[in-house]
């Protein structure tokens, strides 16, 4: 709910990053009008206790439904505005 997909460049992952899981995450702004999130590059930052990682991560938001769930703020807020606009 709320999550943002993102998957790692080939060859790239957690542990070479050296992320330990205490980091706290930036990420550039992504794009969602027009399903073109879909592959998108993004940059993010992670705010590790010994200083800064900057990576790059591909977004996963594939599919216009899962635009729609994103762009909502998760798929509880979706099935809400959706049951609130049917009435």
Not at 46 to 62: L, N, P, S, T, W
Not at 65 to 80: H, K, M, Y
């Amino acid at each position: 709910m709320g999550v943002l997909p993102l998957e790692f460049a080939e060859g790239v992952s957690a542990e070479s990053l050296g992320l330990d899981g205490t980091e706290l995450f930036e990420i550039e702004n992504v794009d969602l009008a027009g399903g073109k999130a879909c592959g998108q590059s993004v940059r993010v930052v992670a705010h590790a206790k010994d200083g800064d990682i900057e990576f790059v991560c591909k977004c996963r938001v594939d599919t216009p439904t899962e635009t729609a769930f994103v762009s909502s703020g998760g798929i509880l807020p979706f099935v809400l505005d959706s049951l609130a606009n049917k009435g």
